[in-house]
């Protein structure tokens, strides 16, 4: 009687384990509990539905930054629901056609919307092999125009 209780003790602990969370309820807490979604994600998530619920998986990845159809299949597999719906990749598809219209639309502006300096939260952080060209630039530049200083304080000197 003792095991048998216990059994079920523990089918009941695993079940709870491996329950389903729906984004649309489901507290900081709860989605940090599901493997890959770490503080970060689940406080992007959090801030989106504070703005309106999600509608399904196709709107969570489209307005969740950082999050794509790879990481929506792992989060699915995991426990992640949204409104009770797992992850179904033809069901996210319409959020990929959305995001492939995007470039088309901004390529039919006029050239003068091109030409306009770009704000400086829209420029990309260099890389760190970039810095390190830039660095390397400087550097010769640098060496350059002290070879030229003294080239042309030679002759003065000579006079």
Not at 78 to 94: C, I, M, R, Y
Request: cysteine-free; aromatic content about 4%; proline content about 5%.
């Amino acid at each position: 009687m003792f095991k048998r209780l216990l059994a079920a003790l523990f089918a009941l602990i695993a079940a709870t384990a491996f329950a389903a969370v729906d984004i649309n309820k489901a507290t900081q807490a709860e989605l940090e509990t599901v493997k890959g979604i770490g503080p970060a994600i689940a406080g992007k998530m959090l801030d989106e539905r504070k703005k309106s619920p999600f509608k399904d998986w196709a709107d969570m990845v489209t307005r969740v930054k950082g999050v794509g159809e790879g990481n929506a299949a792992k989060f699915s597999t995991e426990g992640l629901t949204v409104n009770g719906q797992a992850f179904n990749k033809s069901a996210a598809a319409p959020a990929a056609a959305k995001t492939a219209d995007k470039p088309a639309a901004t390529a039919d502006k006029p050239a003068a919307a091109a030409d306009k300096p770009a704000k400086a939260e829209d420029k990309a952080a260099p890389t760190k092999a970039e810095e390190k060209a830039d660095k390397k630039a400087a550097k010769k530049a640098e060496k350059a125009a002290k070879a030229e200083a003294a080239a042309s304080a030679t002759p003065a000197a000579k006079k």
